[in-house]
């Protein structure tokens, strides 16, 4: 492991939150970094700010990562193999990596999902690609979509920004006798990004139910599963519950963004997560009321068949958003959101702790490999805990400008802080130390089956 403050594969490189300096006797040094990068409201970027984002992501999609990936039949060694990629393909493949059922004796090893592992997998995930993209334009940084403000979606899914596609009122005549995911098709040409700057944008290994039913990992440069940039506002359907106009339906379109009130349901949550550790855990989590798993209305139960707030959005943008989200320049913006929503939550909460505890892990239920406090963030290299990346956002040198104050579509106004989350009682936001942070940190962490092959397989694509 680094010392010292480095980071990196080889130690080259400073932790998050550290610039590389010079010390007393001339030496290079990773010193505190004097300001923090400063995540701001898409409404609130300049147009120099949003050339930025675009330009960078632009050339990430063509330039080659100094990472290759992992790629072949889990079941058959022979077929194992590590190919080349472009640094946005890169950042894909990860998510990928970490979402798929990827290893035969473990079948459900989602290491980012559906556990309690969701923020902090994240949390970790935005630091790296912001890092690298970094290294590309040292202006570049993560902004977030507030979807609780009524101009943003126009506003992102503009020509200049993000480009214009289809909504559901747009196409809906094409799939009246469709049902389910018919209506999410990734293949139909009329959901395609029609300008902007990701006119020309190319997804890839868009074929992951069918990769995960067979144990394959895909070939990210396999161009016959590279498809254009595709969204469609509203037109996924979800067979099992969702939430329209604040009413909970059955089969029908995702069709609106999640409410204020929603996001503030979530931050009343005082306990980060609970048994059973998954979507079933009860509706006293804020993971999982954030992640999408617990109405946010009357009578509040946890299902693992429902969408809200994170998967709502989700599935309310379509198209590419649905089998692989970070295929779309757009994810970034999303999940911002909801690490500044996650940081909201975090400053007033951080004393009570990561859950499970280092003790509740060892502890039937358990949490899904791979999200219990000590075991590793899949697959990143060098390695890093959940429990040491439950930290407030200045920990890692960055914070969160509040969003633009105005109406908003429940006719509420943005406090200056964003959402009425409850402040603590000296009115700080001051991050203070985890209780659960044990004597147990000190000792060796925990490596399930699936996180050992993950760290070992990634470890040796660099």
Same mark, same amino acid.
């Given at each position: 492991m680094c010392k010292n403050n480095w980071a990196g594969s080889d130690c080259s490189k400073c932790k998050f939150g550290y610039t590389l300096s010079k010390g007393t006797n001339g030496t290079k040094i990773c010193a505190k970094s004097a300001g923090r990068i400063k995540r701001k409201s898409t409404l609130r970027l300049t147009d120099s700010e949003w050339k930025t984002y675009t330009d960078t992501l632009l050339k990430a999609s063509v330039t080659p990562s100094s990472y290759s990936v992992f790629m072949g039949t889990m079941a058959n060694r022979e077929t194992w193999r590590f190919v080349p990629v472009t640094i946005y393909d890169y950042f894909v493949w990860v998510h990928y990596f970490a979402s798929k059922d990827n290893n035969n004796e473990t079948p459900t090893c989602d290491f980012a999902h559906e556990?309690? !592992?969701?923020?902090?997998?994240?949390?970790?995930? &935005?630091?790296? #690609?912001?890092?690298? *993209?970094?290294?590309?334009d040292s202006k570049f940084f993560i902004p977030y979509w507030d979807w609780t403000n009524e101009s943003s979606a126009s506003d992102l899914y503009s020509e200049p920004h993000l480009g214009t596609a289809p909504t559901w009122d747009d196409i809906k005549d094409r799939y009246l006798n469709t049902t389910g995911s018919e209506r999410c098709a990734i293949d139909d040409p009329e959901m395609n990004v029609k300008d902007g700057p990701f006119v020309?944008?190319?997804?890839?290994?868009?074929?992951?139910?069918?990769d995960a039913t067979n144990g394959f990992l895909c070939n990210p440069n396999n161009e016959t599963q590279r498809r254009p940039l595709q969204r469609c506002r509203g037109c996924c359907q979800v067979d099992d519950c969702c939430l329209n106009d604040g009413v909970i339906a059955? !089969?029908?379109?995702?069709?609106?963004?999640?409410? &204020?009130?929603? #996001?503030?349901?979530? *931050?009343?949550a005082s306990i980060f997560d609970s048994s059973n550790w998954t979507t079933q855990t009860t509706k006293a989590s804020f993971r999982n009321r954030l992640e999408g798993?617990?109405?946010?209305?009357?009578?509040?139960?946890?299902?693992?068949?429902?969408h809200y707030i994170h998967n709502q959005v989700h599935i309310y943008v379509g198209g590419t958003e649905v089998p692989l989200s970070p295929n779309s320049p757009y994810f970034w913006m999303h999940h911002g959101m909801i690490d500044y929503i996650f940081e909201q939550w975090i400053n007033n909460h951080l004393a009570s702790g990561y859950r499970p505890t280092p003790a509740e892990a060892d502890l039937k239920p358990l949490a899904h490999p791979g999200h219990n406090p000590e075991e590793h963030i899949v697959p990143f290299f060098p390695s890093v805990t959940h429990i040491e990346v439950f930290k407030s956002a200045s920990e890692f040198g960055y914070e969160y400008e509040p969003p633009t104050s105005g109406a908003r579509e429940d006719n509420s106004t943005s406090p200056p802080g964003g959402f009425s989350f409850t402040p603590s009682l000296d009115g700080s936001t001051k991050p203070v130390t985890p209780t659960n942070s044990s004597a147990k940190m000190n000792q060796p962490v925990k490596l399930t089956v699936c996180?050992?092959?993950s760290l070992v397989a990634f470890n040796l694509a660099k």
């Open positions: 556990s309690s !592992g969701f923020l902090t997998w994240h949390r970790w995930y &935005l630091l790296v #690609v912001e890092g690298m *993209l970094r290294e590309i020309n944008w190319k997804t890839m290994c868009t074929n992951m139910g069918k059955t !089969g029908r379109q995702i069709s609106i963004l999640p409410k &204020l009130a929603h #996001v503030n349901y979530a *931050l009343e798993f617990v109405q946010p209305v009357p009578p509040y139960v946890a299902n693992h068949r429902q996180a050992l092959f």
